[in-house]
C-alpha cells in the first residue's frame, strides 16, 4: 500500500522536465520490472526513456557539415563562408570561426533513467527497492530525509529532493541536489528496459 507522500512524488515526478526535451515529450512509467515479463527481478519505481544529445571526437578541423545529408548540406551551405557548393566541401578546413569547423559532433542516444523513492529512513535503510539498472540512477525523497542520509548515497547514484513545505503551485516541487553519473549498460540490456517501461506505460494507459 503506497503511502500519500509516496503517491504526491510520483504525480510530482510526472511533471518533472529536469532530464528531457519539453519538445519531445515524456515517456515515464511506475513500478517497472527490472526483469521484463516478470517481477520476480523486482520492480523499479519510475522509469524514464529519454533522448538526449553526446557528442564524438573528430579531429580538429574537421568539417562538420560533411557529415549531414544532402538536403542539410544544401540548406546550410549559404553559411559557410568559404565555399558555395556542396562538392567543394572539404574534409578538412583552416577556417577556425566557421560554425562548421569543430573537434566535435553531435549525436542523439537514447537514456534510461531510474527512479526510487524513499519516504522514511526505514525506507532508505531496507534491502529493497534500490534497483539502479539504468543509465543514470536517482533516489527521490523528501529533503528532510535527505539531509540525514546524504553521506550515504553511492558516489555515483543522484538524489532529487521532494520539496513538500513548499505551498506553491508555481514553485518546483523537485529539485536535483545531486547528479547521477552516466554509465554504459549495453544494448541489450538498455533494450529490455525500454521495451519493460513502455509495457509498463500502455497498461497505465499513456500510450
Not at 551551405?77 to 557548393?85: G, L, T, V
Not at 553531435?106 to 523513492?117: L, P, R, S, T
Request: charged share 30%; glycine share 4%; net charge neutral.
Amino acid at each position: 500500500m503506497k503511502t500519500e507522500l509516496t503517491l504526491q512524488i510520483e504525480e510530482a515526478l510526472k511533471n518533472y522536465e529536469a532530464n528531457c526535451n519539453k519538445a519531445r515529450g515524456r515517456n515515464l512509467a511506475f513500478e517497472v520490472p527490472v526483469v521484463c515479463g516478470t517481477s520476480h527481478g523486482g520492480l523499479i519505481d519510475a522509469v524514464e526513456v529519454t533522448e538526449y544529445t553526446c557528442y564524438c571526437d573528430l579531429p580538429v578541423g574537421a568539417c562538420a557539415m560533411r557529415e549531414h545529408n544532402r538536403e542539410v548540406q544544401s540548406f546550410y551551405i549559404k553559411a559557410c563562408s568559404e565555399y558555395d557548393r556542396i562538392e567543394d566541401l572539404p574534409e578538412y578546413c583552416n577556417h577556425k570561426i566557421c560554425i562548421w569547423n569543430r573537434s566535435k559532433k553531435e549525436k542523439q542516444e537514447v537514456k534510461v533513467i531510474c527512479y526510487e523513492i524513499k519516504v522514511s529512513m526505514a525506507d532508505f535503510k531496507s534491502k529493497n527497492g534500490h534497483n539502479f539498472v539504468g543509465n543514470e540512477n536517482y533516489y527521490v525523497m523528501p529533503l528532510e530525509l535527505y539531509t540525514k542520509v546524504k553521506d550515504q548515497v553511492p558516489a555515483d547514484i543522484g538524489v532529487i529532493a521532494y520539496m513538500s513545505r513548499n505551498k506553491s503551485e508555481f514553485a518546483p516541487k523537485l529539485r536535483r541536489k545531486k547528479d547521477a553519473e552516466y554509465k554504459d549498460i549495453g544494448d541489450e540490456a538498455q533494450k529490455w528496459l525500454i521495451l519493460s517501461t513502455f509495457k509498463r506505460m500502455r497498461r497505465e494507459g499513456n500510450l
